[in-house]
Each structure stands twice: as C-alpha cells, then as structure tokens.
C-alpha cells in the first residue's frame, strides 16, 4: 500500500532545545576605615587602597580618596573607588558601593550602576578601570556611618563573564521515498488486474475478482 499513498510529510528525527543564561560571578569586598581623622591630613588626590580581593578570574580593591581625588569638584568630599588590578584585560561588572551603620549594619547606597560597566585596566583610573562614589565629608561626619573614628564601606560586585557558547546539531530529517507511479495509475491498475483481489462478484455464473479499495 506504500506505493499508492502520497510522500509522507518529513519529520524531524529529534529536537534539541536550549538556551543562553549569562554566567555571573558575585561577592563583596568589604573595607574597614580606622583612624579616619588621622586620614584627613593626607593631600588631595592621596588615597589608602583595601586588600586585594580575587573575583570572577579578576583582580579587584577600593581606593578611599580622604580629601578627594584630583579633581575640582571633589574639593570637601571624601572619594571612594572601585578598581581593577588585574592588567592588560577588560572586566564587564556590575556594582553598588554602600555605607554600613555600624550600630544597627543597615546600608545606605551612595552609587550604584544602572547598567554594565566595562572596567578597562589600560586606560588611566579615572576613565575606565575605576569608578567612584563622593560623599560630603561634612555629610559624612554627621552621620551615623561614621563611629569611633572609623567607617565601613561595602562594595557589592557582580563580574559578568562570557557566555558559554553550545553548538546545537542539526535536526536530522527522515524521509519517505517518493512513489514511482501516480495514485490515478495505481487505482486504475488495481481495477484492471487480479492480483492481490480480496473480494470476488458473482454475476449470473460469472466471476469478477474485484479490490475493495477500489
């Protein structure tokens, strides 16, 4: 019967489904600032770098800028940087440096990025492997962030890293061969011929083998 009935319509062996999830490597760097009064005696554009802190496959710290950086308008504002260390390389990331109230460790946010930000370590501190948060010093010292001269600054840091890239395989296709003749000349050849007859007419004594499908 396969030779009277159209193509069958291809149908895919198998089907891969899949999807793409950016991978993203999150931590904190936390900085502790002793002797903050001692601090302010530095000159402007000095600052005090945190420890290291390996995240993502990259090096990161904060630079705390205590009488700002070199930059006009950072005049009576205390400057704090997020940097990368890691060198020659460029870091896409997302961050939100944050003031912690030591009595009660609740967070005030002082910057957060919208969006990703590329960190560039070849290009200078200011245009793309740091990024700041300023803070009125005289803000700052009525607040209650500042306790027993000191001050603890959080930087929450999520590294986004280069999407791992799968090869789907093609979908194989099976296929019915074609017919080699048309349904029309089977159907007429059916009626013409006795092979594979399965009824059989009797008309006044004379036999006609027949197919029920015709």
């Known amino acids: 019967m396969g030779n009277i009935m159209g193509a069958a319509a291809e149908q895919p062996a198998e089907r891969m489904k899949s999807r793409c999830v ?16 001692q601090h302010k005696s530095l000159d402007v554009g000095c600052f ?5 802190k390996k995240l993502g496959g990259y090096s990161w710290c904060l630079r705390y800028y205590p009488n700002g950086s070199q930059r006009k308008e950072s005049e009576g504002f205390i400057g704090v940087y997020l940097e990368l260390l890691s060198e020659s390389t460029e870091a896409r990331v997302m961050f939100d440096i944050r003031l912690i109230d030591p009595t009660t460790m609740s967070s005030s946010t002082i910057i957060r990025s919208k ?4 960190f560039c370590s070849i290009l200078k501190c200011a245009l793309g492997s740091c990024n700041s948060m300023i803070l009125r010093r005289r803000d700052l010292e009525r607040s209650p ?10 930087c929450d840091i999520t590294v986004i890293k280069e999407p791992q890239v799968v090869k789907i395989p093609k979908t194989s296709v099976v296929k019915s061969p074609r017919p080699l003749r048309s349904l029309r000349h089977d159907l007429v050849n059916l009626l013409e011929t006795k092979d594979e007859a399965d009824v059989i007419f009797d008309v006044q004594g ?5 197919h029920t499908i015709v």
């Open 145 to 154: 962030f500042l306790l027993n001269d000191s001050l603890l600054i959080e």
């Open 206 to 210: 004379q036999v006609f083998p027949a």
């Open 22 to 37: 950016p991978q993203t490597v999150r931590g904190t760097l936390s900085y502790k600032i002793t002797g903050y009064r």
């Open 115 to 118: 969006s990703t930000t590329v």
């Open 48 to 52: 005090i770098r945190s420890p290291i």
